[in-house]
């Protein structure tokens, strides 16, 4: 009889460890990996809101007049008839295309949704960058439409739609520009 053939092995390098499964290894183990998952988690929630939040800041940017600023007035009717109204057409279309006697679509639902929260909004209260304030509108102007982070620079104002000429200082904004040198930023030198 011939000689049976040794079995082959493989020299893929470690050998994976395999550790029981009450142990505390296994326990650091599963917490690690549970960890790292909610950080991606995290941090693709936090990448979409950023991106949401820059198409928004975008539209105001392109909404910008070439030189100056805008008057508050403007700034209502750049809202009231641009802002709020950019779904109507697709929100048209749906209902449109939806027959008689059918339910709505969940695309109609959404942009109704969008537009009754967004108009909702508007009449208590919408924040929107001030973009009747000079240095604000110089600092926005500057902005490269994707770091959001660079937006917490910049004043922001509330406006409301019940009221057109009333606007709150919502967040003052953080660029020495706006707020003007502080004490630890001044040189006070002494002489004697």
């Known amino acids: ?70 008057t508050l007035e403007e700034l209502h009717e750049l809202i009231r008839d641009v802002w709020l109204a950019r779904h109507d057409e697709d929100l048209a279309a749906e209902q449109a295309s939806r027959r008689k006697g059918r339910p709505k679509s969940k695309k109609e639902l959404d942009l109704e949704d969008t537009k009754s929260r967004e108009s909702e909004q508007y009449r208590t209260g919408f924040e929107v960058i001030d973009l009747t304030h000079g240095p604000t509108v110089d600092l926005f102007r500057v902005w490269d439409q994707k770091e959001v982070a660079y937006l917490d620079l910049l ?38």
């Open 1 to 70: 009889m011939a000689p049976a053939k040794a079995a082959k092995k493989t020299s893929g390098g470690k050998k994976e460890k395999v550790f029981h499964p009450s142990s505390r290894k296994a326990g650091q183990l599963a917490r690690q990996a549970l960890r790292k998952e909610k950080l991606q988690n995290l941090k693709s929630k936090r990448k979409e809101k950023d991106g949401t939040l820059a198409d928004v800041y975008g539209f105001f940017y392109h909404s910008l007049p070439e030189e100056g600023v805008l």
């Open 155 to 192: 004043r922001f104002v509330r406006i409301f739609s019940t009221d057109p000429t009333r606007t709150i200082i919502s967040r003052p904004g953080k660029h020495v520009s706006i707020v003007g040198p502080s004490q630890d930023q001044t040189m006070d030198v002494e002489t004697q």
